[in-house]
């Protein structure tokens, strides 16, 4: 690529505007933790000292500790379950042609764009006629749906940029299928499964609008922040909450992009000559 | 890790079924693909249907009147609540959705076309905020915007202002900035891959040819982008179309959308018939405005080629 380029010489206010545009998109989230150490109980400025009182404060909360063990169980759960049939589906696309398999798998990402609230009644509807009490089991299935797209996005890549030779290779050198499999596809394609457990989790344990349409009594983290919400006496707490919450978030997402996407890039250039 | 197993299971007992999947590539591609069709099935499929069915019927106390009719369809058809909201809905969104892709078109075309060394970087820094909390998000745009928020505060304490602007919070710009900042990370992904794709020499051709970088824009780019335009309106369109967390909780009264009065049906009011009807309407008009958006952007597309 030749820098000198015009086409790429450095535009001056392009850099200005991607510059503006980072801030914008970081500093509203991180008025949060901001604020979670401010010493007022009202969240504006100016700010009022330096405390940690309302991250203390968190751990005195049994409610939050339960929310928080609920969501951590239903969020393992799912990003197990969701890796693994997306490993399954990315695996049948990508080795098989399969007759109608471009529409399969738009259906797969359907719920990236359908709204959530249409999935979350339907699923609701569904639930109660079937008579089945609302618990974290349903709010589990809803997230399978929400976070199987994810999975299968995040996997398609890897598989979509695997070398079929290396695997016929391994049985010609007379590796049962089996041990082919750990030994040859696994290696290649576990930085997308490492990627997709790490994403489909945060996202579920992010996850607020079907665990409020399909919670029972037992709410995870997001609804027991949306219940605090109400209260602005609880602002404060909720800041410290969530900032913790944002920081995990943000390393879990970053680790699973990087892994995720490094591998893509540099199998993609083989893939893209077929 | 089935299809080891299934070529393990061949060798041990061929069954049927096991010389038809040895046989059959197809058939053991399925076979591979079928719990995860099954999981969507179940989880879209059936639910939706039954949603379907059950716009049709009607509210019987705290039961269900399972004859089938079409009084939801016609209260929402002759009610003007109903149109009105999902009037808002439409006008809201498609606000944050030109705004969205408007501001992101020219971060997408900075890392597409002037960022040469750690690319992925600059993608996976955009896209971070959208992989966190949505709920968190709106949150903090809540404290932003809020009557004693930060905004208000800030610029009283300044002393700008005498007063804290009430006009911030619960209002439908508040939605509609809450909205393009929350879904900002969506339009700049397609924006991003549809301006990358896009053949370098083509560029250095129109400016070989005579044409000024704002021609060549209008002329290049821009059209080789648009199928990137395009998906990304779909994709913020459909989905903040049914928002329910940013208008509950940024809009207030005016700022209410269609789906805090499905919401409503299947809470407070707890007339399930009319939140179903109310749902399907909103499916059957975004697949309506979507097609529309579709014949609009195929002649646009015509006139230019």
Redesign the interface.
Do not use: C
């Given at each position: 690529m030749s820098d000198g380029s015009y086409i790429q010489r450095p535009n001056r206010p392009l850099q200005v505007y991607a510059a503006l545009f980072l801030i914008v998109l970081y500093v509203p989230i991180l008025f949060l933790p901001l604020f979670s150490f401010n010493a007022s109980i009202y969240v504006r400025f100016p700010l009022e000292g330096f405390t940690t009182e309302w991250y203390r404060q968190l751990f005195q909360r049994d409610a939050l500790w339960a929310a928080f063990r609920n969501s951590l169980s239903v969020a393992l759960t799912v990003s197990l379950i969701t890796t693994a049939l997306g490993v399954l589906a990315a695996r049948a696309v990508t080795r098989y042609r399969l007759p109608g398999q471009s529409a399969i798998v738009t259906f797969i990402m359907l719920p990236l764009v359908v709204p959530g609230i249409i999935l979350g009644v339907a699923l609701l509807v569904l639930i109660s006629r079937l008579g089945v009490p609302l618990s974290l089991y349903t709010v589990t299935l809803g997230h399978l749906i929400v976070c199987l797209p994810f999975s299968v996005a995040t996997l398609l890549p890897r598989f979509e940029g695997f070398d079929r030779s290396m695997e016929e290779a391994s049985a010609d050198l007379g590796e049962p299928p089996w041990s082919t499999f750990w030994r040859v596809t696994f290696p290649i394609v576990f930085p997308g499964v490492v990627a997709s457990f790490l994403l489909t989790f945060t996202v579920s344990f992010d996850e607020f609008i079907m665990a409020f349409f399909l919670s029972g009594t037992d709410p995870t983290l997001p609804m027991y922040i949306w219940s605090q919400l109400r209260f602005p006496r609880e602002f404060p707490s909720v800041l410290a909450l969530s900032s913790m919450i944002l920081l995990v978030s943000f390393l879990m997402v970053f680790l699973a992009l990087w892994i995720g996407r490094l591998g893509a890039v540099d199998t993609r250039s083989e893939g893209r000559v077929e | 890790?089935?299809?080891?197993?299934d070529?393990?299971g061949q060798q041990r007992a061929p069954g049927w079924l096991a010389r038809r999947l040895h046989r059959s590539?197809?058939l053991?591609?399925?076979v591979?693909?079928s719990?995860?069709?099954l999981?969507?099935a179940v989880?879209?499929l059936?639910?939706?249907a039954?949603?379907l069915a059950?716009s049709f019927w009607s509210r019987q106390g705290l039961d269900f009147d399972t004859t089938l009719t079409t009084a939801n369809y016609a209260r929402a058809a002759s009610e003007p609540i109903f149109g009105a909201f999902l009037l808002r809905s439409f006008w809201i969104s498609g606000l944050a959705t030109v705004l969205t892709v408007l501001?992101c078109y020219?971060?997408a075309?900075?890392?597409a076309?002037?960022i040469?060394h750690n690319k992925?970087l600059w993608?996976?820094?955009?896209?971070?905020?959208f992989?966190?909390?949505?709920?968190?998000?709106v949150?903090?745009?809540?404290?932003?915007l809020?009557y004693?928020?930060?905004v208000?505060?800030?610029l009283?304490?300044m002393g700008l202002i005498e007063e804290p602007l009430a006009f911030l919070l619960y209002s439908q710009a508040a939605v509609v900035i809450t909205l393009a900042?929350a879904w900002?990370a969506f339009a700049i992904l397609p924006l991003y891959v549809s301006l990358e794709k896009i053949d370098?020499s083509l560029?250095?051709a129109a400016?070989d040819l005579g044409d000024g970088p704002v021609r060549r824009f209008l002329r290049i780019t821009l059209p080789l982008s648009l199928p990137g335009i395009v998906a990304a309106t779909?994709?913020i369109f459909?989905?903040t179309?049914?928002?329910?967390?940013t208008p509950a909780?940024i809009g207030g009264p005016d700022g209410a959308m269609i789906?805090n009065l499905?919401?409503l049906q299947?809470g407070a009011v707890n007339n399930?018939p009319m939140?179903?009807a109310l749902?399907i309407i909103?499916?059957l008009w975004?697949a309506a405005v979507g097609v529309a958006f579709l014949i609009v952007t195929r002649i646009v597309k015509a006139r230019l080629a």
């Open positions: - | 890790m089935s299809l080891a197993q070529d393990r590539e197809t053991r591609g399925w591979l693909l719990p995860t069709a999981v969507m989880g879209i059936v639910p939706t039954i949603l059950m501001l020219p971060m075309y900075f890392v076309f002037h040469h992925m993608i996976v820094l955009i896209t971070l905020p992989w966190t909390s949505y709920l968190l998000r949150f903090a745009w809540k404290v932003i809020g004693e928020g930060v208000n505060s800030g009283l304490s900042h900002a370098r560029l250095e400016t779909f994709l459909i989905p179309t049914g928002d329910y967390i909780l789906g499905i919401q299947f399930w939140g179903a749902s909103l499916m975004i």
